[in-house]
């Protein structure tokens, strides 16, 4: 099982440059576009955690700009989490370089709720885009983990292990493709799989 350590910093770093990077290589269906591509993960003290994700991607498709929209028809990169290590619930983050969402909560694709209506509260997400990669910065504060799980700010002490995933995709664009750290062991793309997620413990 892939495993990821996530440090703990006082406040969201200015320079992500020491901060260890969980490549998103297992294309595992298809090798016909392959972009360079990693999420960065932290807990940041009093606040909850921090996601820092990048893809070397030139002109990524970015349609949509609202909560909820079908993100990962455009060049996506995402975020799923099972925070207590239960079968009951994930929570998805599908993200583009406009700083869109798609949120929600459920044990399946096909039982899935908005995360807003679960706790009434959404992680953040700001997009960038340069002249040879795109990424998102997302903060996800512990209100918004209680809020779905019911779980404290004091669990995530050092050695407290979840488990989770980091993909890149895109249905819509020219090549589309899907990636992810943790090989997901499906005949077809899927990535409502937990049972493929990797580890995620904080240091």
Not at 55 to 79: G, M
Not at 80 to 90: E, I, R, S, V
Not at 189 to 202: A, M, W
Request: net charge negative.
């Amino acid at each position: 099982m892939q495993e990821y350590r996530i440090l703990t910093y006082a406040e969201l770093p200015t320079d992500w440059a020491d901060v260890p990077r969980a490549a998103i290589d297992q294309y595992a269906w298809s090798d016909a576009y392959t972009p360079d591509a990693y999420a960065q993960l932290i807990k940041i003290e009093g606040y909850g955690f921090a996601l820092r994700m990048v893809c070397r991607e030139k002109h990524p498709r970015a349609v949509y700009t609202a909560y909820n929209q079908p993100i990962y028809t455009d060049s996506c990169l995402e975020f799923f989490a099972t925070w207590d290590n239960t079968a009951d619930k994930y929570l998805n983050m599908e993200m583009n370089a406009r700083g869109a969402l798609l949120s929600c909560v459920g044990k399946d694709r096909h039982e899935r709720v908005p995360t807003l209506d679960v706790c009434g509260a959404l992680p953040t997400v700001e997009g960038f885009v340069t002249d040879e990669e795109w990424g998102i910065v997302a903060r996800i504060p512990f209100s918004v983990i209680k809020g779905v799980y019911g779980i404290d700010a004091d669990a995530f002490a050092p050695g407290y292990a979840f488990r989770g995933n980091f993909y890149k995709c895109g249905d819509d664009t020219a090549v589309p493709h899907y990636g992810s750290w943790s090989r997901v062991g499906t005949e077809k793309p899927d990535f409502h799989r937990p049972e493929y997620f990797g580890k995620l413990v904080i240091a």
